[in-house]
T-cell receptor
Framework: EAGVAQSPRYKIIEKRQSVAFWCNPI?????LYWYQQILGQGPKLLIQ????????DSQLPKDRFSAERLKGVDSTLKIQPAKLEDSAVYLC?????????????FGSGTRLTVV | GENVEQHPSTLSVQEGDSAVIKCTYS??????FPWYKQELGKRPQLIID?????GEKKDQRIAVTLNKTAKHFSLHITETQPEDSAVYFC???????????FGSGTKLNVKP
């Protein structure tokens, strides 16, 4: 089956600019997650969607980050304005739902560099 | 919330030797513990997982052990091969399996 698709793979922007990332989960996966992985660290959950509703966004810096999942399928994560410390890989993951964690699959990520 | 600590941060072994990576967690409600392997520039991939009702699980050269009382779990790789070289992450998930809290990662280098 197709995996979790993310684009772009790489993005370089200047601080204070805006950027958006796109994620297409595995077909039929109701739950979608965005993680931030700073170099040398483990992934940190930013936001979790169940269908098109937000389940958890407690670690999302809401003054500059926003995310949406229209129609319960694709999702976009936006940063506006970007800061140097936002440089990281942004990973999207999806799963069937809360009872099947083994189907939790990551995308290849978008590497963001803020200069 | 949950806090997962992982040690060591780097591990270098000779091909054929065993490697052990250890993680501790803080939330006694955590009941699912996956391990991910991440090669450079690639996405994390699940290599093995264990649920809290099991003490040990094995899959060929890879095994995971869980001690709920002490709140720690470990990844064991036997007969290591150069292709095992990667960064390994442990994670813990409380309650409903959805949210994963990751450790900081262990960079494993297997020398031929």
């Amino acid at each position: 089956e197709a995996g979790v698709a993310q684009s772009p793979r790489y993005k370089i922007i200047e601080k204070r600019q805006s950027v958006a990332f796109w994620c297409n989960p595995i077909s039929g996966h109701a739950t979608l997650y965005w993680y931030q992985q700073i170099l040398g660290q483990g992934p940190k959950l930013l936001i979790q969607f169940q269908n098109n509703g937000v389940v958890d966004d407690s670690q999302l810096p809401k003054d500059r980050f926003s995310a949406e999942r229209l129609k319960g399928v694709d999702s976009t994560l936006k940063i506006q304005p970007a800061k140097l410390e936002d440089s990281a890989v942004y990973l999207c993951a999806s799963s069937l739902g809360p009872t099947e964690p083994s189907f939790y699959t990551f995308g290849s990520g978008t590497r963001l560099t803020v200069v | 919330g949950e806090n997962v600590e992982q040690h060591p941060s780097t591990l270098s072994v000779q091909e054929g030797d065993s490697a052990v990576i250890k993680c501790t967690y803080s939330d006694s409600a955590s009941n699912y513990f996956p391990w991910y392997k991440q090669e450079l520039g690639k996405r994390p991939q699940l290599i093995i997982d264990i649920r809290s009702n099991v003490g040990e699980k094995k899959d060929q050269r890879i095994a995971v052990t869980l001690n709920k009382t002490a709140k720690h779990f470990s990844l064991h790789i036997t007969e290591t091969q150069p292709e095992d070289s990667a960064v390994y992450f442990c994670a813990a998930s409380p309650g409903n399996f959805n949210k994963f809290y990751f450790g900081s990662g262990t960079k494993l280098n297997v020398k031929p």
